[in-house]
């Protein structure tokens, strides 16, 4: 599982000399976590109650987009259909990036979310970016599953074992009496270990049998399939019979259009599905980029908006990314809190204005620092 620390600390006294406090203490001198330091731009500001009300609109944003992020992974991992996972990978990207990749080297991208913008109008562009996104899934995903679901329903039909199994394409015309207004042909499906019973008394279970009339068509590890022609007016009793001697006749009526149709909408449907694949996969491979970097940019969003509120004005704070080493996970806790555990009810250093709002990053474990987790675990089904 790909696990990643969205973080800031106030600079001290400059974002500069955090950004390399931090490296010192949980790179440098003891590997505990992959560092990366992230710009932000200079984003407005706004009011302290837009601040605050943005703050959770964003967790509730954050937590959609997410959704979203993973339903198209998950849906993508679904329709590939026992592909690699390398093949999965191959096309989630997010800007042409492996994900981890785009999140380490992340740059705001200023033509999707201009800068000058308020804050609360880059969440409203994110929210209906992800949710026009959405509802277009929901659409397409619904399409391509119909015809997917018709067709396996067909396939079910085609496979399994004999007891239940469309048997169209195990017969031909010339195993069945088709012109006699008295006569009728059966399939009877005998278990493999009584296919010498059943030769033996066939004949027997009931009158009007016509004798030498059995013929196997086809076998496989548990069953056999066999014919018998009889008299039509016989024939409920001679299922009774041959039920109490575990040998079951399949209901079937040998009907050569109702064959070729099933056969035209098998074809069709495998067309359908085949035309509808390559259209689908690059879509969810777009839509994918779009709506993963869309949701960076929310917890871009929140770092920013939660750092202001934490640290106060004006701006200057370090955000930064740790993705801690394997079974390092408590020791990183035990550095960060070791690091920070200044700022625990302390008020920022050089007469900065402090905002102490209660239920900031309500929800989520309190940290002296700004604190977010994000799990790159995509196509898994969380």
Same mark, same amino acid.
């Given at each position: ?17 955090t950004?390399?406090?931090?490296q010192l203490?949980?790179?440098?001198q003891?590997?505990?976590s ?6 932000l731009?200079d ?10 009300g943005l ?5 509730k ?7 979203v ?16 996972q ?24 200023v ?19 992800v949710?026009q ?10 399409q ?8 396996q ?6 496979a ?9 394409d195990? %017969?031909?015309?010339?195993?069945f009496? @088709?012109?006699?207004?008295?006569l009728?042909? /059966?399939? *009877?499906? !005998?278990?493999?270990? =009584?296919?010498g ?6 004949e027997?279970l009931?009158?009007?049998v ?8 086809h ?10 022609t009889?008299?039509?007016?016989v024939?409920?009793?001679f ?14 009526s040998?009907d050569e259009?109702?064959m ?7 074809q ?17 491979? %777009? ?5 993963? @970097?869309a ?5 871009m /969003?929140r *770092?920013? !908006?939660?750092?202001? =509120?934490?640290y106060?004005l004006p ?10 080493h394997?079974?390092?996970?408590r ?52």
């Amino acid at each position: 599982m790909a696990e990643f620390w969205l973080v800031s600390a106030p600079g001290d006294p400059t974002p500069e000399t955090t950004w390399s406090r931090l490296q010192l203490r949980t790179s440098t001198q003891s590997d505990l976590s992959e560092n990366h330091r992230i710009h932000l731009p200079d984003l407005k500001v706004g009011t302290l109650d837009i601040l605050v009300g943005l703050s959770d609109d964003l967790g509730k944003i954050d937590t959609y987009v997410e959704s979203v992020v993973r339903k198209i992974a998950n849906y993508l991992s679904d329709i590939l259909e026992g592909d690699s996972q390398e093949k999965l990978s191959e096309n989630l990207k997010a800007n042409g990036e492996d994900p981890q990749r785009y999140l380490a080297n992340f740059h705001w991208d200023v033509a999707k979310y201009p800068v000058k913008q308020p804050l609360k109008n880059l969440s409203d562009i994110v929210s209906k970016q992800v949710s026009q996104i959405d509802a277009d899934l929901k659409t397409r995903s619904s399409q391509y599953n119909q015809v997917r679901q018709s067709l396996q329903s067909l396939e079910r039909r085609q496979a399994g074992n004999m007891m239940t199994r469309n048997l169209a394409d195990l %017969v031909s015309k010339e195993d069945f009496v @088709t012109d006699s207004e008295y006569l009728t042909t /059966l399939l *009877v499906v !005998v278990p493999r270990s =009584l296919a010498g019973d059943w030769r033996l008394s066939y004949e027997k279970l009931t009158d009007m049998v016509v004798p030498r009339s059995s013929k196997m068509l086809h076998e496989d590890n548990d069953h056999c399939l066999f014919t018998v022609t009889l008299f039509r007016k016989v024939v409920d009793e001679f299922k009774l019979h041959a039920r109490e001697n575990k040998f079951l006749v399949r209901d079937f009526s040998y009907d050569e259009n109702s064959m070729d149709n099933e056969r035209s909408e098998m074809q069709r449907l495998e067309s359908d599905k085949r035309k509808q694949f390559g259209p689908l996969v690059r879509w969810l491979k %777009v839509n994918f980029s779009e709506a993963f @970097t869309a949701w960076v940019h929310v917890k871009m /969003l929140r *770092v920013f !908006v939660e750092s202001v =509120l934490r640290y106060g004005l004006p701006v200057n704070f370090q955000a930064m990314l740790l993705k801690p080493h394997k079974k390092t996970t408590r020791k990183l806790r035990d550095a960060l809190d070791e690091l920070y555990a200044h700022l625990e009810g302390a008020s920022n250093s050089g007469g900065q204005e402090v905002v102490d709002i209660p239920g900031i990053t309500t929800g989520q474990e309190y940290y002296p620092y700004v604190y977010f987790l994000l799990h790159l675990d995509l196509g898994e089904n969380r």
